[in-house]
């Protein structure tokens, strides 16, 4: 198991598959793009799948999460589901995507075993998501949608960060879009990982701003706190159900209590957290003939130093180096 010092046992394997991305969110990445990481510094599908099976069948991951940068952009990206459904015991496959491209891949990813989609979409409006995204993309990424629940990809989920001044208005109208088609929104407080370092906590809308818009709108009532488990998201359910809201308040409401992931990042480094400073370096490892039994147990030691807590109200509180596209939301 991977178990750290604190008792946590992490169970949720987040797998970066490249740092490219097609769009540029403002939060995330500069308009220019990064450096992104050398080619021969990426994972094969073959080494992902390996590490991917070691996690799974050794280390108690029982859920795998493909993620990016923009994962859709890599090729592999069927195969690698189709053989990460193969293993045993199976892990439940999900997928964190822009959603540009979906409406190709939907079908085939759902064919492969993939079991859930998650699609970020921080607004409805062409010109603020240019914007926002550098890129004029909005259509893309709404037919992208109604492809992955046209593919039986349920439930259908959606990311929104709001950012103040640019689509803080629109917590309720996406609210809206969403529960129109059945799709389960939750907003994410954004968090300081842009490679530019331009976030600023006064910018930040918070859990409790939003909840206070959500409000004026609609009757919110608190889920059962035990369905949330490990989950980050707040759960509320609206006008009194069966549909739901989730606010992750990251930030102002940290979950690190209770956090049951690890990252693996798209050059084979293991991170115990989001806002880790340190790395484990399984790539290096593994080219240089490590048996699985030998990267297990790497993982397991990377696991064991993760600290009780983010610290971003710490005064020490340092911004890991790698921005939110290198290491895999
Ligand atoms: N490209 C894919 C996407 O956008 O869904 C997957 C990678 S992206 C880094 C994963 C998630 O992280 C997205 O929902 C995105 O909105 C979120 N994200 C990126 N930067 C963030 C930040 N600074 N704070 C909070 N969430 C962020
Ligand atoms: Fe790309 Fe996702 Fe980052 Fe937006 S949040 S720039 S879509 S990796």
């Known amino acids: 198991m991977l178990r750290d010092s604190f008792g946590r046992v992490a169970t949720d394997l987040r ?15 500069p308009p220019e793009g990064l450096d992104w990481l050398p080619r021969p510094e990426l994972l094969s599908a073959d080494e992902i799948v390996r590490l991917v ?10 859920e795998v999460r493909y993620t990016g940068g923009e994962p859709l952009l890599r090729r592999e990206l069927t195969d690698i589901v189709a053989r990460t459904a193969a293993l045993r015991p199976r892990p439940r496959i999900s997928l964190t995507t822009n959603g540009i491209g979906l409406v190709r891949l939907a079908a085939p990813l759902a064919e492969a075993g993939l ?19 550098h890129r004029d993309r909005l259509t893309d990424v709404l037919d992208g949608l109604a492809s992955a629940g046209a593919a039986g990809l349920r439930p259908v989920k959606v990311n929104a960060v709001l950012m103040r001044g640019v689509n803080d208005r629109e917590a309720v109208p996406l609210l809206r879009y969403c529960l129109e088609r059945g799709y389960e929104l939750r907003f994410i407080e954004q968090m300081p990982l842009d490679a530019q ?29 035990a369905e949330r488990g490990s989950a980050p998201a707040e759960l509320f359910s609206i006008d009194g159900g069966p549909a739901r809201v989730g606010v992750i308040g990251s930030v102002t409401r940290p979950f690190c209590g209770a956090c049951d ?5 798209a050059d084979g480094q293991i991170r115990n957290c989001l806002f880790a400073t340190e790395e484990s370096d399984l790539r290096t490892a593994m080219r240089s003939g490590a048996g699985d039994d030998e990267l297990a147990e790497r993982w397991r030691a990377a696991v064991r130093t993760k600290k009780a807590g983010h610290g971003i109200d710490d005064r020490s509180f340092l911004q890991p180096s790698r921005p939110m596209s290198a290491i895999g939301g």
């Open 53 to 62: 099976a070691v996690g799974v069948g050794r280390l108690g991951v029982t």
């Open 115 to 133: 079991d859930r989609v998650n699609v970020s979409l921080d607004t409805l409006e062409p010109e603020t998501f240019r914007r926002l995204a």
């Open 15 to 29: 797998v970066s598959l490249t740092d490219r991305c097609n769009l540029r969110c403002s939060y995330c990445m």
């Open 261 to 265: 992931r690890v990252r693996l990042t």
């Open 197 to 225: 370092h331009g976030w600023r906590r006064e910018n930040m809308v918070t859990a409790e701003e939003i909840l206070a818009r959500l409000r004026e709108e609609f009757a919110l009532t608190e889920a059962d706190p």
